[in-house]
């Protein structure tokens, strides 16, 4: 089944401990991306990645980092979490980068930052 | 600053009936909008998508219309389900097509 799959669905944390959440697609797309959902805020990129190796930043990239060493990756990272990366998190992924191939996305990570 | 917006949170429609979701935007370079559905404890899925060059697209039940002048998209469904409630986003990307502003999102909800 073509999916993307992330993990964990939840986490919780505390200040500063580091985290990782991973992200796999199993349909050679060539784009990924992360974003997060907050309430009022809707969804907002945070980090893309239109192939291996070349990663940009979104619009809130401030406190993550992502890489991209394989295709089907691309875990986020947040080194030093902090209460305000408390949020759902989505991966998402599409063929080309293009508005015309629509992204497909997986069923989110509840991280909560104590 | 939020690019693309949704002023509805909540929308309520009895079954059978029209559903409009609209969306308003203010960035003129963004040539593609684009809907997504999303069910709780799921992902956005793509429901449908619009060019600019286009002022309306149809799929089945779901319209969208576009309205470049205004910079205004509407979701039209047709009737409506109890299984469309869920909540919808509108996105919409410029050219380079590598980064998609999404909207708040409204939350649907067909009484049956």
């Known amino acids: 089944e073509a999916q993307v799959t992330q993990n964990p669905r939840y986490l919780i944390t505390v200040t500063g401990k580091k985290l990782t959440v991973t992200c796999s697609q199993n349909?050679?797309?060539?784009?990924m991306s992360w974003y997060r959902q907050d309430p009022g805020l809707g969804l907002r990129q945070i980090y893309y990645?239109?192939?291996?190796?070349?990663?940009d930043k979104g619009d809130v990239p401030e406190g993550y980092k992502v890489s991209r060493k394989e295709k089907r990756n691309f875990p986020l990272i947040l080194e030093s979490p902090s209460p305000n990366q408390t949020s759902l998190y989505f991966c998402?992924?599409?063929?080309?980068?293009?508005?015309?191939?629509?992204?497909?996305f997986g069923n989110g990570t509840r991280l909560t930052v104590t | 600053d939020q690019q693309v917006k949704q002023n509805s949170p909540s929308l309520s429609v009895q079954e059978g009936r029209i559903s409009i979701l609209n969306c308003d935007y203010t960035?003129?370079?963004?040539?593609?909008f684009l809907w997504y559905k999303k069910y709780p404890a799921e992902g956005p899925t793509f429901l449908i998508s619009?060019?600019?060059?286009?002022d309306k697209n149809e799929d089945g039940r779901f319209t969208v219309f576009l309205n470049k002048s205004a910079k205004h998209l509407s979701l039209h469904i047709v009737p409506s389900q109890p299984g469309d409630s869920a909540v919808y986003f509108c996105?919409?990307?410029?050219?380079?097509?590598?980064?998609?502003?999404f909207g708040t999102g409204t939350s649907l909800t067909v009484i049956p």
């Open positions: 996105a919409a990307s410029k050219p380079t097509g590598n980064q998609f502003y």
């Open positions: 349909m050679n797309h060539e784009y």
């Open positions: 990645s239109m192939n291996v190796e070349v990663t």
């Open positions: 960035n003129s370079m963004f040539d593609y």
């Open positions: 619009i060019s600019s060059i286009k």
């Open positions: 998402a992924s599409s063929l080309m980068g293009t508005a015309k191939t629509p992204l497909h």
